[in-house]
């Protein structure tokens, strides 16, 4: 927060390239069989190439096991992650326009995860000819140095684009270097996917803000658009005014008749655990300080058995699946120059697991089968 | 060592699944508008900061 309002001060007057590549992460509510959103994300949305493969690994599986061909085209859809998201930063270099044509991806110093990057770069030569340079904060903050027509250098080359899949964590800033090669980025010219404000935008407290009446409207583009993005909102109420808040009211009411249909959180980050059931509706009952704790409606998705495969081993597991769709959205100075949905990730991890990482080991890489 | 993968696709039924689709463009919209808007973002984040301000305000950067 203290280097987006320094370096909202102090940054460069030319138009500012803002690129986000959004995933909006939703699980399937199957009481109402609609799609609830379980969170927004706005930094370092991975997994877009290897589900563009997966995606394709799946086709090819079906199809060798006799599917025919028109079933795959109804039932599977297209899923143009990689080619989407390449595009997207391809757009960003080249609206930079600089002639080093150089994309620095922000990498955490141990990145275990480096397939699902490197097919980016691939795309990103073979297609567009943009370089990638991999750079940890660190290295930025040793070598990386401001140019006085704004534009930033590190190791003899101008980077046109600064795309972090670091960075998102407090762990990748163990030193105040870490937090000054993040300043140097935020004021240089490269394009940054994305920038300090668009990660804040991503934030938890922000998005809860978000759904209260009439904040996501005053952010629509249309009431269409606001009543759209409101369909995917699972309910959520703040307890602190109970006494004039009905609509909370009545829905403590409610948890307190069909617990298995509610979750109580705690309004801030680190304040405790999520009560469930009988333990929810005790503390429901107890009245007192429940303006600590934010009442939601749960997901219930459908449990399925699926066959997983991790380390050359396949098992049958009975699972939940996750659906991310992702975005695309490129700003330059006062004008929207891109905005359009970019492809699909499906998650899985198994009901009984509280983490739900790929990259942790707890969940796997999925595909979407469509039924009618 | 491969990624860890499921064998067959999962099913999803095709209207939710197209929903979810057409809300990516109102989404980026919103979160685009909200990162323009520096008073919004400042009252949200800082009313929240209590006790170590400087330390809380940071935490919210991360998706933690």
């Given at each position: 927060m203290r280097i987006y309002k320094d370096t909202r001060q102090q940054?460069?007057?030319?138009?500012?390239?803002?690129?986000?590549?959004?995933?909006?992460?939703?699980?399937?509510?199957?009481?109402?069989?609609?799609?609830?959103?379980?969170?927004?994300?706005?930094?370092?949305?991975?997994?877009?190439?290897?589900?563009?493969?997966?995606?394709?690994?799946?086709?090819?599986?079906?199809?060798?096991?006799?599917?025919?061909?028109?079933?795959?085209?109804?039932?599977?859809?297209?899923?143009?992650?990689?080619?989407?998201?390449?595009?997207?930063?391809?757009?960003?270099?080249?609206?930079?326009?600089?002639?080093?044509?150089?994309?620095?991806?922000?990498?955490?110093?141990?990145?275990?995860?480096?397939?699902?990057?490197?097919?980016?770069?691939?795309?990103l030569w073979t297609t567009y000819r943009i370089r990638t340079i991999r750079r940890t904060l660190l290295d930025i903050a040793e070598r990386a140095v401001l140019q006085e027509d704004g534009s930033l250098m590190i190791d003899g080359t101008t980077v046109s684009l600064a795309?972090?899949?670091?960075?998102?964590?407090?762990?990748?800033?163990?030193?105040?270097?870490?937090?000054?090669?993040?300043?140097?980025?935020?004021?240089?010219?490269?394009?940054?996917?994305?920038?300090?404000?668009?990660?804040?935008?991503?934030?938890?407290?922000?998005?809860?803000?978000?759904?209260?009446?009439?904040?996501?409207?005053?952010?629509?583009?249309?009431?269409?658009?606001?009543?759209?993005?409101?369909?995917?909102?699972?309910?959520?109420?703040?307890?602190?005014?109970?006494?004039?808040?009905?609509?909370?009211?009545?829905?403590?009411?409610?948890?307190?008749?069909?617990p298995d249909l509610y979750v109580l959180k705690p309004q801030r980050e680190g304040g405790?655990?999520?009560?469930?059931?009988?333990?929810?509706?005790?503390?429901?009952?107890?009245?007192?300080?429940?303006?600590?704790?934010?009442?939601?409606?749960?997901?219930i998705p459908p449990p399925h058995t699926v066959t997983m495969i991790r380390r050359g081993v396949a098992e049958d597991i009975e699972s939940l699946s996750e659906l991310g769709i992702y975005g695309v959205l490129l700003r330059k100075g006062s004008n929207v120059l891109l905005n359009h949905r970019a492809g699909q990730l499906v998650r899985t991890k198994a009901s009984t697991s509280s983490e739900g990482g790929v990259a942790a080991g707890y969940a796997v890489l999925d595909s979407v089968q469509l039924v009618d | 060592m491969h990624a860890p993968f499921a064998l067959t696709p999962v099913p999803f039924p095709r209207q939710a699944f197209e929903r979810a689709l057409d809300a990516a463009e109102p989404f980026n919209s919103m979160i685009d508008m909200v990162s323009q808007d520096a008073g919004y973002l400042t009252e949200v984040l800082e009313n929240a900061a209590q006790e170590d301000a400087a330390f809380t305000v940071r935490r919210f950067l991360f998706k933690v």
């Open positions: 940054k460069q007057p030319q138009e500012e390239i803002s690129l986000v590549i959004t995933r909006s992460d939703y699980m399937l509510h199957d009481p109402t069989s609609t799609m609830l959103q379980v969170e927004l994300n706005t930094i370092a949305s991975s997994f877009g190439c290897l589900s563009t493969l997966v995606s394709q690994l799946h086709r090819y599986i079906l199809d060798k096991s006799g599917v025919p061909e028109s079933d795959l085209d109804k039932k599977l859809p297209q899923n143009t992650s990689m080619d989407s998201i390449v595009q997207g930063l391809a757009s960003a270099v080249q609206e930079h326009g600089h002639q080093d044509k150089t994309m620095m991806m922000v990498v955490q110093p141990d990145e275990q995860n480096s397939f699902d990057q490197q097919w980016l770069q691939l795309q795309y972090f899949r670091a960075g998102y964590t407090p762990t990748d800033y163990p030193s105040r270097k870490e937090w000054d090669a993040r300043t140097i980025i935020e004021m240089s010219n490269a394009a940054k996917c994305p920038t300090i404000a668009m990660q804040l935008a991503g934030s938890k407290k922000v998005q809860q803000d978000l759904a209260r009446p009439g904040v996501v409207e005053k952010f629509s583009r249309s009431n269409s658009d606001a009543a759209r993005m409101r369909t995917c909102f699972a309910g959520l109420w703040g307890l602190d005014d109970l006494e004039n808040d009905t609509e909370a009211s009545n829905a403590v009411q409610d948890a307190i008749k069909n405790g655990n999520n009560l469930y059931g009988q333990d929810m509706v005790d503390r429901l009952q107890q009245k007192q300080g429940l303006g600590a704790l934010i009442l939601m409606q749960r997901i | -």
